[in-house]
């Protein structure tokens, strides 16, 4: 792609999320929510191969979709109420149409059928884009709505996204569609406290996108695609491999990695809130997650490739590309944990 384009369309994505950030209008931020989809469809398609091309268009129907139920709901919320203020949606009818538009847009189950497809679709670095830069703006209106939303939906939500992003993935062998499921089962993570604690689903926010950039950098520099090719990763690059499926076992929240503190504390606030049951399930949920995510490691770490002579794979990976985003990425994903009580602080 041409570099000024490509700084175009970059540019307009953040402009985008920035819109939509800074705004208190509903046309405002659905004005911010289009320009990102208007930006990122150029880069999903930008290969002009036709899985590539299917997933845009599932991936532009599926957000036109959601920003009309917006714009529809915003409307009857100004027409009820004469406001176009985000703290004025009070009509009932009106908020939960929002919030269902919005669940689409991030892929929250059970409106999540598009992203393992769409995500299946695209190269490693445009699908880290669209699970975290684009999973941007429609949480902060989420964020902003919280309050005037019904808690019974946003528990819903997040109980049934974190179910169906375990259940999901157990049985992929493509490392993306892997990925869609495990970021629809964090959304949920972050939905189901942000009633109680906005400010642990902020941190979740947080980690999760650092832990899934690193998942992303790590598979693009090893060029692995499937669960197959995971195998032969090991021969080309055993620190790189080890990184991966550290990486990956701090996706799935596994205690010393940085995964397990945003886990930690929403499960701790759910619990203060008397909400036992749901914690129960949504940490018995996350067990589902960890056993794909040990399926990954163990692909990796314990399989060795029949095929992994000189001639038929290099034994060395191609190390010119920028890894600076890789070793920033993969520093925080790893080794935050101790940082605790010192997050704790800056949050509560």
Same mark, same amino acid.
Request: contains cysteine.
């Given at each position: /792609? ?12 953040? =402009?985008? !999320? ?13 004005? +911010? ?24 268009? %599932? ?8 920003? $009309?139920?917006?714009?529809? $709901?915003?409307?009857? &919320? ?17 908020? !939960? ?7 689409? %847009? ?14 299946? +679709? ?22 902003? /709505? ?18 169906? +992003? ?23 993570? /972050? ?28 598979? %693009? ?6 669960? &197959? ?6 021969? #080309? ?25 945003? %886990? ?6 759910? !619990?203060?809130? #008397?909400?036992?049951?749901? $914690? ?5 949920? $996350?067990?589902?997650? =960890? ?56 949050? !509560?």
């Amino acid at each position: /792609m041409n570099p000024y384009v490509l700084m175009v369309l970059l540019s307009s994505l953040g =402009l985008g !999320t920035t819109l939509t950030f800074a705004s208190s209008h509903w046309l405002l931020a659905w004005m +911010g929510l289009e320009i990102n989809t208007l930006a990122i469809v150029p880069l999903m398609a930008q290969h002009h191969h036709p899985r590539a091309v299917e997933a845009t268009t %599932k991936y532009f129907l599926t957000q036109a979709t959601a920003a $009309a139920m917006i714009l529809f $709901a915003s409307t009857t &919320n100004a027409w009820i109420t004469g406001e176009w203020d985000m703290n004025s949606m009070t009509n009932p009818i009106a908020s !939960t149409m929002v919030i269902t538009a919005l669940a689409l %847009k991030i892929g929250l189950a059970p409106m999540h059928f598009w992203m393992p497809e769409v995500l299946q +679709g695209l190269d490693l670095l445009t699908g880290l884009i669209m699970s975290t830069w684009q999973k941007l703006a429609p949480l902060a209106l989420i964020i902003q /709505m919280a309050q005037a939303i019904d808690p019974f939906l946003l528990t819903a939500l997040g109980l049934t996204s974190t179910l169906i +992003g375990g259940w999901g993935g157990l049985n992929q062998t493509q490392l993306r569609k892997v990925l869609a499921y495990s970021s629809i089962a964090h959304m949920g993570w /972050m939905i189901i406290v942000l009633q109680y604690a906005p400010q642990l689903t902020l941190l979740a926010l947080g980690t999760y996108i650092f832990m899934t950039s690193a998942a992303f950098l790590t598979l %693009k520099m090893s060029s692995a695609t499937k669960i &197959n090719t995971l195998a032969m990763t090991w021969s #080309n690059s055993p620190i790189l491999t080890s990184t991966t499926a550290l990486v990956l076992l701090s996706l799935g929240g596994l205690p010393p990695l940085t995964g397990f503190m945003p %886990k930690w504390l929403i499960l701790q606030e759910l !619990t203060k809130q #008397n909400l036992s049951i749901t $914690a129960t399930i949504m940490a018995l949920a $996350a067990l589902l997650s =960890l056993y794909f995510y040990l399926r990954l490691c163990y692909a990796m770490t314990l399989t060795i490739s029949p095929n992994t002579t000189n001639s038929i794979t290099p034994w060395r990976i191609n190390t010119t590309q920028n890894s600076l985003p890789l070793v920033i990425s993969t520093t925080i994903a790893l080794g935050f944990l101790p940082m605790t009580p010192a997050i704790l602080m800056l949050v !509560t």
